[in-house]
């Protein structure tokens, strides 16, 4: 029997991370249209209010209801601003495993908010959802991703050679594809203890540990 993921949302002491809405789009087409998040993921360039919309509407309640996945939006507690995206996807309920991935918006970096949304997550994953292990790919040459599964406690496991695909924006608006190597991180339960404390000394905040 698959399981499925709950309806639910986690907050820290500065975040809350909910179930995307329809309000939503427009903020996350402007986020989604950013140079980096074009240049590190596969989202389409542009990217329109309408592929924010059936992903809002259509992709992510089925990731949920199948068990594949969960997508989150990533909010500011005081301004309810949205800041970032959470994904999770290949989820394995039989090994209890599933992929983190995390997208923060061009007006919302150098806070620390990807690293205080990924732990919050992956607490409650572990905590709540009693997953036994998470993964994280990074691409070669995306320092800032790479510092912030650092950061989380994650451990690098090694490389996957030429396995992603990049995209350079050229001066005429157009995207050209990169091959580069994808860099396999894991974090499992045992690999959080003490990371909270750590973080909480670095960046300003202090607590992961309450959803709801």
Known sequence: MTSTFPNISISTERLVLRPL???DIPALTEMMNDEQVG??????QPYTEAR???WITEYAPDERTSGRGLDLAVTEFLTQRLVGIVQLTKTDWHIRSTELSYIIAPWARG???ASEAALATAQWLFGDQK???IELRTAADNTASQQ?????GCISEGVLRGACIAHVHGDDGTWTDVRTDFIVWSLLPEDLEGTAEQLEDVDGFTSFADWN
């Open 111 to 113: 806070e620390g908010y």
């Open 131 to 133: 997953l036994e292990r």
């Open 52 to 54: 924010a919309r059936r």
């Open 148 to 152: 912030v599964a650092q950061k989380i």
């Open 21 to 23: 809405d329809e309000d």
């Open 39 to 44: 240049s590190w993921t596969d989202v389409p």
